[in-house]
């Protein structure tokens, strides 16, 4: 959502470099390339006014730290303006009470009831046990939709049945809840393509049935300002305490994310970035704001790993390349881990686009496709070839081509970089420190 934004704000920093002092006309010619990057993100002209100024504020006559250069004391002043427009710290979600009440309002076509999901399955990952209860009974295919992500997830639904009023399934699901031993809910209401007054009064009527603990509204990412206004019309109506924004991983300047904090004065609570029900996370303020500039998102990407990965069997995979045991099988174990963190591009995303991990940042350094044709050729492969790459002759390599849909040099081109890896792991083995990161083979594409 953030690329094109961070593209040209590091070309500024990177125009920065170099200069042994910060002058007020490098600060001005800075302010104004990143004044237009904001406006071309499609970030409100108010919120970009007043974030200039207040970087502009800080950078004139600062003292720049010893261990830093102009650019790098800018970069960190507009990263901390960043996290201001963002929200400053994160906000957590609120799940007092027996049971928690959440309830998720916002236009038509959004994706509410999808984020309604996501949301079930994110708190039931931190120990929840919660029951979405379906109150949008103006769209037909509103409460099929959500018992169908219901099953997908393990989560209970409460079925409307014969009831009429949105506001009787919600106060009934609370209820169900109670009853059941279901510690949260989360109330999917109704939606209109605008904001008209038989929307507000129904959600406002849900709402002061249930009394929630959180009222998130969801805001798709790709309508830009149009979200913002959108936010802006439920905030007068509705006691909003956060905003969920879908499909950050699409196109989107982001422009909408930047702006409606400010705006509508709530936080950003949790951001979609993807199709599967897993692809949902909290949002945090400082980690996007280091995301946006380049500076990686270290963190998330340790917690991404953290919940995918076996503890056990990555230990246990760590000992065996220790004592250089690694083999294929091995290998294709390690791809299936990372398939399970979502697409490689959003996993390279997280890291900083400088230093060792410079080439990474390329886009055609590594992708899914290659990593599904390695996965391909390792599969084709018998037991003992994946231990024993040796056994490969130029018969077996063109059986594994025909069964995998590859080619022979392909397959070469694997088992060179499989073996330059073991070499790696037996250097780092012996104490070797420094290793260039960026020189780790990676699996390229296939040019077709």
Known sequence: ??????????????????????????????????????????????????????????????????QLSPAQEVTRIVRDELMVLLGGQKAEISLEGRPAVIEMVG?????????????????????????????????????????????????PVFDPGDRLGAVDVAREGVTEARLTGRDTVIVDTAGRLHIDEDLMNEVRAVTEAVHPNEVLFVADAMTGQDAVRSASGFAAALPLTGIVFTKADGDARGGAALSVVSTVGKPIKFVGTGEKPEDFEA?????????????????????????????????????????????LEDLAEQLRSMKKMGPVSGLVDLLPKGGAFRGLSQPDTVNDQALVRISAIIDSMTPDERHYPQLLNGSRKKRIAAGSGTSVAEINRLIKQYQQMRKLMRTAKKGVRG??????????PRNQ
């Open 1 to 66: 959502m953030f690329e094109a934004l961070g593209e040209r704000l590091a070309g500024v920093f990177k125009e920065m470099r170099g200069e042994g002092h910060l002058t007020e006309y490098h600060l001005d010619s800075a302010l104004r390339q990143i004044r237009l990057s904001l406006l071309e993100a499609d970030v409100a002209l108010p919120v970009v006014r007043d974030f200039t100024a207040r970087v502009k504020e800080k950078a004139v006559g600062a003292k720049v730290i010893q």
């Open 283 to 327: 949002f945090h303020p400082d980690r996007m704001a280091s995301r946006i500039l380049g500076l990686g998102d270290v963190l998330t990407l340790i917690e991404k790993v953290e919940a995918q990965v076996d503890a056990s069997a990555a230990d246990k995979m760590a000992r065996r390349a220790a004592s250089g045991d690694f083999t």
């Open 435 to 444: 290793l260039d990161l960026s020189r780790l083979p990676l699996p390229a």
């Open 107 to 155: 236009l038509q076509g959004s994706g509410k009831t999808t984020s309604a999901a996501k949301l079930a399955l994110h708190l039931k990952g931190r120990g929840r046990y919660p029951l979405l209860v379906a109150a949008d009974l103006s769209r037909p295919a509103a409460v099929s939709q959500l018992k169908t992500l219901g099953r997908q997830i393990g989560v």
